[in-house]
């Protein structure tokens, strides 16, 4: 089945424009309420959402159309994805939704929608909820229209999650850390989990005005923060995403760290505890072959998958892997979470730099990455370039050149009519002239 509404990771879309107006959110709470009203309980769904302007009105929509159906309404204001997914499981609720488009700019919004355990919803339920979309919904009875209450704890029962899963015996003393909130979800609760666990923290990004999330601050514009760790004197930084889900490490030189690196420097702290399940790391094919190479080192695997953190985590509860992620920074500890959560990643960084006693900049470069380049080529929307000889012939060429000294990963993007080439090896000249190669035939296709 095509999918109409929802991509890799929910639904997106810019505000005011199908998908992502307010009448489809009232049919997505109308048909993911209607999915979930199982058994004879009270039922009930729990919301949260990042810092956009338009979260108010995406808000409001999902709570008439769960309402309109008979389910009962938990708001929690904002907070991160991870935060949602937790209270989800945490109040027996038997849905949660997150109001956010990630690391996209404010003009944009999103709806993830996560299952009572916890988990996003698998492509199956997903199916069935855009079913029932096509359909006119089933109301409720007058007596039976749900109620919607907001929590005000709500700030303070995730912190308390994400300091549980810090080391009992480490504090955060003498340890400066600047974090960037991008003006997102993680405002308060991030740098509010640091100073209670003792760091001297300088905050960026925590004056949301409903415009600025992700506006030259968090994880995809890391420079502020990078520049702030040097002029601070920091020992090291953290930047999140609009909805707190990713992480990107600078060290105290303002040097970056991405999301490679802070699986392997986690992985291997797991496996020297004894506590790394799987024997293995789950990551996807954009992951640099530098860490394929560190880990088989180890004595471990890289167990790749398609892009998105939904990917990941399936094939992490398929191995009985407990940790994975992406290079972008979404990084999952299924010992922890059930979806990547970039403050609970970063408390585990810091546990391992206040127990190496070393500077971030040795502790965090664990292996020497690979020259990658990866180029987007757009195409019109209706040939299909991957399916052309001659771009067929001109990516096996470039394998057999790579064969042994490196990897070629050619995909469609799953949410624009983009071709992605990416190609990474020993030899940079070499990964450039391929990527150029393959990137010209696509636009000849195209």
């Given at each position: 089945?095509?999918?109409?509404?929802?991509?890799?990771?929910?639904?997106?879309?810019?505000?005011?424009a199908e998908p992502m107006t307010s009448v489809t959110a009232l049919r997505v709470g109308q048909a993911a309420g209607a999915h979930f009203l199982r058994g004879d309980h009270r039922h009930r769904v729990v919301i949260g959402k990042d810092t956009r302007?338009?979260?108010?009105?995406?808000?409001?929509?999902?709570?008439?159309?769960?309402?309109?159906?008979?389910?009962?309404?938990?708001?929690?204001?904002?907070?991160?994805?991870?935060?949602?997914?937790?209270?989800?499981?945490?109040?027996?609720?038997?849905?949660?939704?997150?109001?956010?488009?990630?690391?996209?700019p404010f003009a944009d919004n999103g709806i993830k929608l996560f299952g009572p355990d916890g988990y996003k919803l698998s492509d199956e339920a997903e199916q069935a909820i855009e079913r029932r979309?096509?359909?006119?919904?089933?109301?409720?009875?007058?007596?039976?229209?749900?109620?919607?209450?907001?929590?005000?704890?709500?700030?303070?029962?995730?912190?308390?999650?994400?300091?549980?899963?810090?080391?009992?015996?480490?504090?955060?003393?003498?340890?400066?850390?600047?974090?960037?909130?991008?003006?997102?979800?993680?405002?308060?609760?991030?740098?509010?989990?640091?100073?209670?666990?003792?760091?001297?923290?300088?905050?960026?990004?925590?004056?949301?005005?409903?415009?600025?999330?992700?506006?030259?601050?968090?994880?995809?514009?890391?420079?502020?923060?990078?520049?702030?760790?040097?002029?601070?004197?920091?020992?090291?930084?953290?930047?999140?995403?609009?909805?707190?889900?990713?992480?990107?490490?600078?060290?105290?030189?303002?040097?970056?760290?991405?999301?490679?690196?802070?699986?392997?420097?986690?992985?291997?702290?797991?496996?020297?505890?004894?506590?790394?399940?799987?024997?293995?790391?789950?990551?996807?094919?954009?992951?640099?072959?530098?860490?394929?190479?560190?880990?088989?080192?180890?004595?471990?695997?890289?167990?790749?998958?398609?892009?998105?953190?939904?990917?990941?985590?399936?094939?992490?509860?398929?191995?009985?892997?407990?940790?994975?992620?992406?290079?972008?920074?979404?990084?999952?500890?299924?010992?922890?979470?059930?979806?990547?959560?970039?403050?609970?990643?970063?408390?585990?960084?810091?546990?391992?730099?206040?127990?190496?006693?070393?500077?971030?900049?040795?502790?965090?470069?664990?292996?020497?990455?690979?020259?990658?380049?990866?180029?987007?080529?757009?195409?019109?929307?209706?040939?299909?370039?991957?399916?052309?000889?001659?771009?067929?012939?001109?990516?096996?060429?470039?394998?057999?050149?790579?064969?042994?000294?490196?990897?070629?990963?050619?995909?469609?993007?799953?949410?624009?009519?983009?071709?992605?080439?990416?190609?990474?090896?020993?030899?940079?000249?070499?990964?450039?002239?391929?990527?150029?190669?393959?990137?010209?035939?696509?636009?000849?296709?195209?």
């Amino acid at each position: 089945m095509t999918r109409k509404f929802f991509g890799t990771d929910g639904i997106r879309g810019t505000t005011n424009a199908e998908p992502m107006t307010s009448v489809t959110a009232l049919r997505v709470g109308q048909a993911a309420g209607a999915h979930f009203l199982r058994g004879d309980h009270r039922h009930r769904v729990v919301i949260g959402k990042d810092t956009r302007l338009s979260g108010y009105m995406m808000e409001s929509a999902m709570v008439a159309g769960f309402t309109s159906v008979g389910m009962d309404v938990v708001l929690l204001g904002p907070m991160p994805t991870p935060a949602v997914a937790m209270l989800t499981r945490s109040m027996r609720a038997d849905l949660g939704v997150m109001i956010s488009a990630s690391h996209n700019p404010f003009a944009d919004n999103g709806i993830k929608l996560f299952g009572p355990d916890g988990y996003k919803l698998s492509d199956e339920a997903e199916q069935a909820i855009e079913r029932r979309m096509e359909k006119p919904p089933k109301l409720a009875k007058a007596e039976m229209i749900g109620r919607a209450r907001r929590i005000d704890d709500a700030r303070g029962r995730y912190v308390q999650f994400a300091k549980d899963t810090f080391p009992e015996n480490l504090r955060l003393d003498g340890l400066k850390v600047v974090v960037d909130c991008a003006n997102g979800a993680a405002y308060h609760v991030a740098p509010e989990a640091l100073w209670e666990l003792g760091a001297e923290v300088v905050p960026l990004g925590i004056a949301p005005n409903g415009l600025n999330i992700n506006d030259d601050c968090g994880s995809t514009h890391p420079a502020l923060m990078q520049e702030t760790v040097v002029a601070s004197g920091a020992d090291i930084g953290l930047a999140l995403d609009g909805d707190a889900d990713r992480l990107i490490v600078a060290d105290e030189t303002g040097r970056l760290v991405d999301g490679d690196q802070l699986m392997a420097l986690i992985a291997l702290g797991l496996q020297a505890r004894g506590e790394l399940k799987g024997n293995a790391v789950v990551a996807t094919v954009m992951s640099n072959l530098g860490l394929e190479r560190k880990l088989d080192e180890a004595g471990l695997k890289l167990l790749r998958t398609k892009v998105g953190d939904r990917y990941v985590l399936e094939e992490m509860r398929k191995t009985g892997c407990n940790i994975g992620g992406e290079q972008s920074g979404h990084i999952i500890l299924a010992d922890h979470a059930t979806t990547g959560d970039g403050l609970v990643a970063g408390l585990q960084v810091l546990a391992a730099l206040v127990q190496a006693g070393a500077p971030a900049s040795r502790l965090l470069r664990q292996f020497e990455p690979l020259p990658q380049l990866l180029k987007n080529v757009r195409f019109n929307g209706g040939a299909e370039p991957l399916e052309s000889d001659g771009v067929r012939k001109r990516i096996a060429a470039a394998e057999a050149e790579l064969e042994g000294h490196g990897r070629l990963v050619i995909r469609k993007s799953g949410t624009e009519p983009l071709i992605r080439v990416m190609a990474e090896g020993d030899d940079p000249e070499l990964v450039e002239r391929l990527v150029d190669d393959i990137c010209e035939a696509v636009q000849a296709a195209a």
